[in-house]
């Protein structure tokens, strides 16, 4: 059996040669022409990639500088447009302390005249309640004169009532004969 193997092994590379020969005598030509044409595409596809990598390599480096010059520029932007609201803002600080000084300025004039007018009504007010207060002490006074008038006029009015009392009582003592004259004794008698 081994030697049956051996035999049949040898005549199976006899026969795989053979296959092989004519595989080349058939299809030799037409492989090195393919292996040919795939070098070449190789050769070609190695070329374009490397073009293409070294493209892609010069686009990609000038986007980074572009970033980079906008990135720089925008960076420039923002420190100017930082600068311009600082100062904007110190300006807005300064116009801010002159209107608060401004407005305490004015607060104060406003208080001193207020305090003016205040010690001008107050001033005022004692000069005219100094003045009513006269007014009232010579009112008082008058009134005090007059009532004194009028109670010596009715002393002086009740005086003649009792003389004209004292005289209407004679009169009717007279025409009773009631009333006696002192010294008409003597004549009656």
Known sequence: MNRKTTRDAAAEAME??????????????????YEKRFAALESRLLKESSALRDEVAGRLDALERFIKQEVADVREALASEASERESECRGLAR????????????????????????????EALLEQSKALGEDIRRAREEMVAALEAATEELRG??????????MFTEMA???????????????QG
Request: net charge negative; glycine share 8%.
């Open 16 to 33: 795989s040669g053979n296959v092989d020969k004519i595989r080349e005598i058939i299809f030799g030509a037409q492989m090195r022409d």
């Open 157 to 166: 009015d009740k005086a003649d009532r009792q003389a004209l009392a004292a």
């Open 95 to 122: 116009d801010i302390e002159k209107l608060d000084a401004a407005a305490e300025k004015k607060r104060t004039q406003l208080q001193e005249k207020l305090s003016k007018g205040q010690r001008e009504l107050r």
């Open 173 to 187: 003592m007279r025409l009773n004969d009631e009333f006696a004259l002192p010294g008409g004794d003597a004549e």
